[in-house]
């Protein structure tokens, strides 16, 4: 039995940023692995900026629709 917890999926999609930023941030106090889906081309920017600054770690992931999605972890 393991004790992670199970992926968070996150969905921004419709937001321009830093409103994709902010809700990974505040996903990120409540777990430690966010799939974050987004459509703003700002947003992988605005990702990778925030995960350098915490330390977490990102990887592109297959989103829904064609969006862009990112996996988060600390």
């Not at 992670?4 to 996150?10: M, S």
């Not at 937001?15 to 990974?24: E, S």
């Amino acid at each position: 039995m393991t004790s992670e917890a199970p992926t968070l999926v996150v969905d921004a999609r419709g937001m321009r940023c830093p409103w994709p930023a902010l809700r990974l941030a505040k996903a990120m106090r409540e777990t430690s692995d966010v799939l974050l889906i987004a459509d703003d081309p700002q947003a992988e920017r605005e990702v990778a900026a925030l995960a350098g600054e915490h330390g977490w770690s990102v990887e592109g992931a297959a989103a829904a629709c064609g969006d862009t999605g990112w996996r988060v972890r600390r």
